[in-house]
């Protein structure tokens, strides 16, 4: 089963972005992470489970619409985790700690 059965009440998916910086020749990273939220179909594979952490699938979650500036525009490596599966209710309560 994909994620929309599992989680019918799911509508978003909590991920974090993670900048890097070169560091000795290295990619270290930042304390300044980002977390924001993406619409759950935008952050699935199409088998429709939730793109894995650190992948060319979850590094596109930083091209969506409402991804700040920082994840949008950052010219260094970095990576994007998926923190978390919400709903609206949750969302809009503030109670948004729903088990991936």
Known sequence: ???LE???DATDVRVTFHPQIWHH???VTSDDTETYLVPLKQALTPDGEL???DTD???QLTRVGNAPDIARNWSGPFYVTVDELVNETEIETGNEHTPR
Do not use: C, N, T
């Open 57 to 59: 699938g979850s590094d």
């Open 51 to 53: 793109v894995a952490d």
């Open 1 to 3: 089963m994909g994620v």
């Open 25 to 27: 020749g290295r990619a």
């Open 6 to 8: 599992d989680h019918p």
